[in-house]
């Protein structure tokens, strides 16, 4: 069978078309290299914790950097550890045995949990207190004689670094 000329040109544009369209590789590899050594450079060190409508933190002009350890947060209402309620803080006011017990079984589990320490790491175990300004400071030494009790000797306090004017959180230790 005879094709048309319009038929023979179809023929060969559709024919020309069949080719498959390589990629180039090369220039998506220099983005993401180039992108690779950006994020490195840029990448901050500043630990920042995570920060609760519910705490107003204490101003300080400490420049310790936070870490980053077991977070215990006081609030207004509630005590939670690593954002698990514990306790009532009016019961802590109030000196109720359970509630300490409960924080104590708490860090018990925490500890238990950790199978990296050597029986000399748990010895001077890590916490950060992140306590509402307005919390009173009895409440807080109840916490950390808890926390003492129960190995975590290396506490620090969370403040807000009264130098910056952002929400960068600095933990003043206290040994």
Known sequence: MKQSVRAKRMARHHKRNQKSAKLSLVSLMDIFTILVFFLMLNASDVQVLQSSDRVSLPESLADTPASETLLLMVTKDQVLLQGKALSNTQALAEQNQQAIDALKAELDYHTQRRDDLSEDDKQTLSITIMG????????????????????????????????????????????
């Open 132 to 175: 509402d300004a307005s919390t009173p400071y009895a409440v807080l030494k109840q916490i950390m004689q808890a926390c003492a009790a129960q190995g975590y000797t290396n506490i620090a306090l969370a403040v807000e670094n009264k130098q910056d004017s952002g929400s960068a959180l600095s933990s003043g230790g206290m040994r």
